[in-house]
């Protein structure tokens, strides 16, 4: 991996992190694209610049989930369920799901049907996404948890997940979007820390890689901040259809065309 590979993948890691398009799924591709194998460093280096899109969240979020005893505990609830699937399944998830690159795909493009299909819905008055998060709930908040737990299946967005699943419980786009970033923090943490203990021997076998994975986490942190940023200014007046549309269209031209 050279310093060109390290820019792209931190850019790639930030910027489709909080975006609902999935960012391990753009990472893999991205990955294929540049002809890096798979090795053991490339791994290591892709849980470890997760961090710095986390860092983007708390350098924006972290007075207001610390002065919001309430909405702490909610975050904590719908963080359960992801933690309970990736603690029980966590082998199954890296040496099953995460093998199938066709699998993937398929997965990527139903998830943009089925943000079509909730926008569609939206537009017929079927769902009305009109609350703030203030008025979350403790039982929807385990419902949410529920729905992130899905996004351990490689192309879904754990992003895209809370999404959709606030968005049907009736919450704002941008509300939604915001809850979602303040969850990424105890999910993405406690999953980046779950992944560095069982790579633990990785990381002393290449000490000297230090530079390449602080550049690496730096551009992702910068390029999160940018793409957290835009994700609220542009759902506050749009809806998910964009992304359902880039999901169905960049999946079939991959099917179609990469090998």
Same mark, same amino acid.
């Not at 966590?90 to 926008?119: H, R």
């Given at each position: ?8 993948? $931190? ?7 909080? &975006? ?11 990955? *294929?694209?540049? $002809? &890096? ?5 490339? #791994? ?18 972290? #007075? ?5 005893? *309430?909405?702490?505990? +909610? ?13 029980? &399944?966590?082998?199954?998830? #890296? ?30 008055? +079927?769902? +009305? ?22 996004? !351990? ?16 419980? $009736?919450?704002? *786009? ?47 942190? !910068?390029?999160?901040?940018? $793409?957290?940023?835009? &994700? ?26 990469? *090998?």
């Amino acid at each position: 991996m050279n310093i060109l590979h390290t820019i792209i993948l $931190g850019i790639v890691e930030g910027v489709t992190e909080f &975006l609902p398009i999935s960012s391990t799924f753009h990472l893999i591709w991205v990955s *294929r694209f540049l $002809g &890096l194998p798979e090795t053991d460093f490339t #791994k290591l280096f892709n849980v470890v610049i997760q961090s710095g899109a986390i860092l983007a969240v708390v350098f924006l979020y972290w #007075k207001e989930v610390l002065s919001n005893m *309430r909405l702490f505990s +909610k975050l904590i609830i719908s963080f359960i369920p992801t933690a309970l699937v990736g603690l029980f &399944l966590y082998d199954y998830i #890296k040496s099953v799901l995460f093998e199938s690159v066709f699998g993937t795909t398929i997965v990527f493009i139903l998830v943009g049907v089925i943000f079509l299909g909730v926008e569609y819905l939206i537009s017929r008055g +079927k769902i +009305k996404p009109m609350l703030d998060v203030e008025k979350l709930t403790y039982l929807q908040a385990i419902g949410i948890g529920v729905f992130q737990a899905l996004a !351990v299946v490689p192309g879904v967005s754990r992003a895209g997940a809370v999404l959709i699943g606030m968005m049907i419980f $009736g919450f704002k *786009r941008s509300e939604s979007a915001k809850y979602s970033f303040m969850l990424s923090i105890p999910t993405i943490s406690a999953a980046s820390l779950f992944d560095l203990l069982e790579m633990k021997d990785v990381i002393t076998q290449h000490p000297d890689s230090a530079i390449t994975l602080l550049i690496g986490t730096a551009i992702a942190c !910068v390029s999160a901040f940018i $793409g957290i940023r835009w &994700l609220i200014g542009y759902l506050q007046n749009h809806s998910l259809a964009l992304f359902g549309w880039y999901r169905v269209i960049f999946g079939i031209l991959l099917l179609l065309f990469a *090998r």
